[in-house]
């Protein structure tokens, strides 16, 4: 299929890009690089760099490649920047999304696969979190993946779009060749490898006195490749019609003191940490039910385990220690 990936230059999306090329699929990445990194793009996607906001280039994009179906990721995803300047998020994750709708009505593509997040649910009252928990997001971020879904859900029936939207939990992990660079970083599992690796002093622990096992919070790990293969199943089934899936590996998740603990005994470092406040709107415990994935479309997580996850990432940081800076395309 000749597929277009919007992000595709970010972490989740250059490993989703490496998983197609290799299943066969065409590529365009479409990525104006804000966040992403020329050198995450497998050499064999081709490259758009331009803004979503772009309207004729996008079209363009679509029409001149022969675009079938859309796999869109770029976003603004950073939680606290949300609630700080919500505008930004409304401007790119809806208004940019809704944009990318007009276009692809314009361009004849009805299929789209959506990068959307546990952060819809908000504080869940229970767990693991299924479909049909009530969506109150607690954040911009999680409002605006929210308004993006339902939009889909109209042009659903009112134009026969065919969308899947996917509510991941924490992606984490590498592929061989890809892995995690943002700046600045905001997830706990590079955040703790970067202490390990010395480039970090110390890992922030935000609250420790959690209703919790351990007391500080619990979140359910996705590796970015089982996460990626989802996304090539839900393409195949879209014809069949819209739908939504959670992607997390269940199970009991993990506390941030055992990753920093399974962390630890993957590098062999010391990475020290330090008890600090709560932040406002985290939950205690996000635990995905992802069984209607698994029973719908044989989706079959193969990392589950979290010293598979962090030794993948653990692999990459030590062949990049300074991620992609200054590195040439593959
Ligand atoms: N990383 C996670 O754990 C996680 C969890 C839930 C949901 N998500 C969602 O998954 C998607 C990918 O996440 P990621 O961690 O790979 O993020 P990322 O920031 O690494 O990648 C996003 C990419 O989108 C590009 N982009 C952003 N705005 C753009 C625009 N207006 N025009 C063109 N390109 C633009 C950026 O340059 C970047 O390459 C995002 O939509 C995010 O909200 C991620």
Known sequence: MK?????????????????????GHEVVVYDNLSKGHRSAIAPAASFVHAELADVSTLRNTLSNNGIEAVIHMAADSLVGESGVDPAKYYENNLVNGLTLLAAMKAAGVNRIVF????????QPEQ?????TAPTKPTNPYGETKLAFERAMRWYTEAYGLRYASLRYFNAAGASENFGEHHDPESHLIPIALQAAAGSREAVEVYGDDYPTPDGTCVRDYIHVID???????????????SRIYNLGCGGDG????????TARQVTGKEIPARVGPRRAGDPATLIAASDKIKSELGWKPEFQDLRLIIES????????????????PL
């Open 127 to 131: 767990q693991p979190i299924e479909e």
């Open 313 to 328: 990432a653990w692999r990459w940081m030590q062949k990049h220690p300074n991620g992609y800076s200054g590195q040439e």
């Open 254 to 261: 993990y506390s941030v003191n055992q990753v920093l603990e």
């Open 227 to 241: 996460l990626a293969r989802a996304h090539i199943l839900a393409l195949s089934v879209l014809d069949e019609g």
């Open 115 to 122: 990068s959307s997040t546990a952060a819809t649910y908000g």
């Open 3 to 23: 597929i277009l990936v919007t992000g595709g230059a970010g972490y989740i999306g250059s490993v989703l890009t490496e998983e197609l090329v290799r299943d």
